[in-house]
């Protein structure tokens, strides 16, 4: 039996469902163009996971998919509209958007794509004007 926590989410109609498990390789805030244009918002708070520790349990075939580069593909429910997750298949990661999994007790750690914000956040999170060095940033950090 497994001690790994487990977490339900999904779109804003209910037609797609899915969950989390275990613990997200990465949590924060992205203020990259596309995710602000993507989510029609000045931020986006992200959860990185393992593809495996994603697993949908209603509604794979009422996914769209969408991908204006190869490092996102974007899915979204064909129903309503509402956003699900990004896979990333140059980090290996997929970034479930933090409103979808409303039980998920969300803990941003870091802020990315920091310079291109519309939104500033004091909050004392390290600010990266891209991303860290290990996710093939620069991994510098500016200003708050």
Same mark, same amino acid.
């Given at each position: 039996? +497994? /001690?790994?926590?487990?977490? #339900? ?13 275990? #613990? ?14 993507? +989510? ?24 769209? $998919?969408? /991908?204006? $580069? ?8 064909? $129903? ?5 997750? *990004? #896979? ?11 409103? +979808? ?5 969300? #803990? ?32 510098? *950090?500016?200003?708050?």
């Amino acid at each position: 039996m +497994s /001690n790994e926590s487990t977490y #339900e989410g999904g779109c804003f109609c209910g037609a797609v469902q899915f969950t989390v498990s275990g #613990e997200p390789a990465g949590m924060g805030y992205c203020h990259c163009d596309s995710c602000r244009s993507w +989510s029609a918002g000045p931020v986006n708070a992200f959860t990185l996971w393992q593809p495996e520790a994603v697993r949908i349990t209603q509604g794979a075939d009422n996914i769209g $998919t969408y /991908n204006k $580069t190869q490092n996102s593909y974007r899915k979204w429910c064909k $129903t309503c509209g509402g956003h699900l997750f *990004t #896979e990333h298949p140059g980090m290996g990661l997929t970034d479930v958007y933090a409103a +979808s999994i409303p039980q998920f007790p969300y #803990e941003p750690g870091v802020h990315v794509h920091y310079e291109h914000t519309r939104l500033r956040m004091k909050d004392g999170l390290p600010k990266m004007k891209d991303v860290p060095k290990e996710m093939g940033g620069s991994g510098i *950090t500016i200003a708050e």
